[in-house]
C-alpha cells in the first residue's frame, strides 16, 4: 500500500517538475512524510530529483543559464547545505516533520505573492538566497520555491529560472547526497526504493516537460505556488495534529 501511494506522490510530483523546472522535491518531501520517516523520504527525494535534474539537463535547459547567477547561488549553497544536512542530524522526528511542512509553506507562499524587488539582483543577495537554499536542500531536500521567489523578484524570465533552477539543484542534491552518507544520515534502502519508482519519475517529468512548452508563464508560476502551498498545509496539519 505504501508503494502505490508513493508511485502517485512521485508522479504529481515529477509532472510539476518537468513544467515548472523546479517542484519535485517541494511536493514529494511533504507528501512522502505521510508514509515514511523524513531522512527516508527527503533521502529519496534527493536521490530521484538528481535523476530527474539529469533528464531535464539533457533536454537542453541549459542553454539559457546566467553563469554570474550560478557561481553566486552555487557557491553560497556549499556552505548551506552542510549546514543543513548537520541541522537535520540533530533533529528529533517530530521537529524534522515540523519544519519540512513551514518550510514548503513559507517559500511557496513566497512564490506565490510575485515580489519584484530589483534591489535583490545584487551579488550579496544572491549569496544569500543561495545560503538558504541550500541548507533547506541539505536539510529538507528542498529549496525551489525559495529560489523560484529570488528569481521572479530579479525578474529573470522563465527560460532564464528553469535554467538556473536546473544548474543549482544539480549542485546542491548532489552534496547534499555526500554530505548526508558522510555524516552518517543517509538510509542506503532508499536506492531500491528510488529504482522502483524511477520509472515513473520518467514518464512524469516527460509529460510535464510537454506542458511546459504549451502553458502561458504566468500560469504555471501561479499554479504551482499553489498547488505547494495545498501540499504544505495538509503535511502541517497531519504533523501537528495527527502525529
Known amino acids: 500500500m505504501e508503494y502505490a501511494v508513493a508511485v502517485v506522490i512521485v508522479a504529481a510530483a515529477a509532472l510539476v517538475r518537468g513544467a515548472a523546472g523546479f517542484g ?3 511536493v514529494a518531501a511533504p507528501a512522502l512524510a505521510f508514509i515514511w520517516p523524513p531522512v527516508f523520504g527527503t533521502s529519496l527525494v534527493l536521490v530521484l530529483d538528481m535523476a530527474a535534474t539529469a533528464m531535464i539537463m539533457r ?3 541549459l542553454a539559457h543559464v546566467r553563469r554570474d547567477d550560478a557561481l553566486r547561488l552555487c557557491g553560497a549553497a556549499f556552505f548551506g547545505v552542510i549546514a543543513g544536512v548537520l541541522l537535520l542530524k540533530n533533529l528529533p522526528e517530530h521537529g524534522a516533520r515540523l519544519g ?3 518550510t514548503v509553506l513559507l517559500s511557496a507562499a513566497a512564490a506565490l505573492l510575485k515580489i519584484r524587488f530589483r534591489a535583490l539582483d545584487h551579488p550579496f543577495a544572491a549569496m544569500a538566497a543561495g545560503f538558504l537554499v541550500g541548507a533547506m536542500i541539505g536539510a529538507f531536500a ?3 520555491s525559495l529560489l523560484l521567489a529570488w528569481l521572479m523578484a530579479v525578474d529573470r524570465s522563465p527560460k ?5 533552477m ?3 539543484f544539480a549542485f546542491a542534491d548532489t552534496l547534499a547526497l555526500i554530505t548526508r552518507i558522510a ?8 536506492l531500491k526504493t528510488s529504482l522502483v519508482l524511477a520509472p515513473v519519475m520518467i514518464l512524469g517529468i516527460m509529460g510535464g516537460s ?4 504549451r502553458m502561458p508563464a504566468e500560469i504555471w508560476r501561479r499554479g504551482v505556488a499553489v498547488l505547494l502551498i495545498v501540499v504544505a498545509a495538509a503535511s502541517l496539519a497531519n504533523t501537528i495534529f495527527l502525529t
Open 100 to 102: 519540512l511542512d513551514i
Open 166 to 168: 536546473t544548474v543549482v
Open 160 to 164: 532564464e529560472m528553469r535554467a538556473l
Open 210 to 213: 510537454l506542458v511546459f512548452h
Open 59 to 61: 533536454s537542453g535547459a
Open 183 to 190: 555524516l552518517g544520515v543517509f538510509p542506503f534502502e532508499t
Open 24 to 26: 519535485f522535491a517541494t
Open 142 to 144: 528542498i529549496g525551489g
